[in-house]
């Protein structure tokens, strides 16, 4: 190994010759954008960053890497929460970024499906799936940079998961490079395949731990065709859950997204995001957004909105409501809720907690929790948002203006802590949907210890038994016992 290459002797003219020129990022200023996450929390170093065109080309530099015993570290559209796509302090991480393999290889409006490799933009695959007439629903905040290596290896969730599931749920077929260069091809798209394990849904949510995702068979759904959206004020997080009971048990099939805002979110977008205005009478403690879809042109949404909507207002559970006039309107809305970690990035640093918990013990922990966060940081504000519909909600604290972001971020493992508690006593998980990454790796002992973790190191001993991918994320540094 050469000191200051961070490489072993001789491997950087092997990738050199196998990956090309535009498979190789090697100038100080390119690496850049490849060694620090969204949220600015982890800032690493790497000797190079890897961009191959095609499945063979990166099975060949992963075998070498293999061979080298040198850690790999996957890279999408690098929107990672939890600090799942950036490499250590040690620069000898090599960065895999799945960027160049974007193509689309099969659409079929019959079978439904779509073969896409892992580079795609996911926002991509929703345009390209409007265009052959059908919809792909998956959508979330950073859907228009996230790619679908990242957005399978989080098993991402988002707005639709109350009708759509997850990522997994949308997942029919994979393709996967092995830690040391196989290839599995599993780019099979059938909604019936009972041949053994489901191997595709261990490299799902697997954060990069497995191998690379690097093309995936999508399930595509007929098109929306009848839409119909509402924004509500609610005086209370009970009130909101009545409300979403009401409409899934009007109709379950005409929900699309059920999202909740806190007053104090609403309030810090309407502070920090240009162009946003309420569309309501006033603020109130707690918002709601609804957005209903139908594939059948005539489905009548509207006026079914409209009729819940009355009988909400009369049952006290909704205090005011507005439903969108138009497109303009509806995406106005929608911004209302989507900008919410950007407003609240303008306004410094906030802890964040993505939580889940069976939908019926939301309110709950929106209390409690709206308690307890203040109580560990005086002064500092309670700000969530998240996906009601399926009991995901991200219960953030905002850095008050008389600390620090540093004095602020010191508490933030008290306030994950306190907040990881409420949830546990919920029957909740402490990651819903952004994944462990770096950020919850000790989390992950606290909550999934025992023969579960247990059972994850020997699955990822099985396929990567030197630990080379992906390193620092999802598992802890084992401890005491012989651990594989
Ligand atoms: C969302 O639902 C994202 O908007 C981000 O998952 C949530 O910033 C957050 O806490
Ligand atoms: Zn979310």
């Excluded at 960053?49 to 559209?77: D, I, K, N, W």
């Excluded at 889940?356 to 504000?381: D, N, Q, T, W, Y």
Aim: aromatic share 4%; with cysteine; hydrophobic share 45%.
């Amino acid at each position: 190994m050469s000191a200051e290459d961070g490489l072993p002797t001789g491997l950087r003219e092997q990738l050199r010759a196998r990956l090309g020129p535009k498979g190789m990022v090697e100038e100080a200023g390119d690496i850049v954008p490849h060694l620090s996450d969204w949220r600015g929390l982890y800032h690493g170093r790497t000797p190079c960053v890897l961009r191959p065109a095609s499945t063979v080309e990166l099975a060949a530099a992963v075998a070498l890497c293999h061979a080298a015993g040198v850690p790999m570290v996957p890279q999408g559209g690098n929107t990672s929460m939890s600090g799942g796509s950036v490499p250590d302090a040690s620069g000898r991480q090599v960065v895999v970024s799945l960027a160049r393999m974007n193509r689309l290889r099969a659409l079929d409006p019959v079978d439904m499906t779509m073969t896409v490799e892992a580079g795609m933009v996911v926002r991509t695959v929703q345009d390209l799936a409007v265009e052959a007439g059908c919809q792909f629903p998956l959508a979330f905040g950073g859907d228009g940079t996230a790619m679908v290596g990242g957005m399978l290896s989080t098993n991402a969730g988002g707005n639709t998961t109350v009708r759509y599931g997850n990522a997994r749920e949308l997942t029919l077929g994979l393709e996967v490079v092995l830690p040391d260069g196989r290839v599995i091809d599993a780019l099979r798209r059938l909604r019936k395949d009972n041949t053994g394990y489901a191997l595709r849904q261990l490299f799902i949510g697997a954060e990069g731990t497995l191998g690379f995702i690097t093309a995936a068979v999508l399930r595509l759904f007929p098109p929306v065709r009848d839409k119909a959206l509402a924004l509500c004020a609610v005086e209370a997080p009970e009130a909101a859950l009545a409300l979403f009971r009401r409409f899934r048990d009007r109709d379950e099939t005409a929900l699309r997204a059920f999202e909740y805002i806190s007053g104090s979110a609403m309030r810090l977008v309407l502070e920090r995001i240009e162009g946003t205005s309420l569309p309501l009478a006033g603020p109130a403690p707690h918002y709601v957004l609804i957005d209903l879809a139908a594939s059948h042109p005539q489905a009548g949404l509207r006026g079914f909105l409209e009729a819940v909507l009355e009988e909400a207002l009369d049952a006290g559970e909704v205090t005011d409501a507005v439903v969108a006039e138009s497109e303009a309107q509806r995406q106005a809305i929608w911004r209302l809720r989507e900008e919410t970690p950007e407003a609240q990035r303008r306004a410094g640093a906030s802890i964040k907690s993505d939580v889940s918990v069976p939908v019926s013990r939301v309110p709950e922990l929106i209390r409690r929790c709206f308690e307890a966060m203040p109580a560990i940081v005086p002064g500092a504000e309670p700000v969530a948002i998240g996906h009601l519909g399926d009991g995901n909600i991200h219960m953030n604290l905002q850095q008050p203006p008389h600390l620090s972001a540093e004095a602020f971020m010191a508490h933030a493992e008290a306030v994950m802590n306190a907040v990881n508690e409420i949830t546990g006593s919920l029957g909740g998980s402490f990651s819903a949907e952004h994944g462990v990454g770096r950020i919850k790796v000790k989390t992950m002992a606290k909550w999934r210890g025992g023969a579960e973790l247990e059972t994850m190191r020997r699955i990822r001993a099985a396929l990567d038994p030197e630990g080379l991918m992906n390193p620092d994320v999802l598992f802890p540094p084992a401890t005491g016992h012989r651990a594989p």
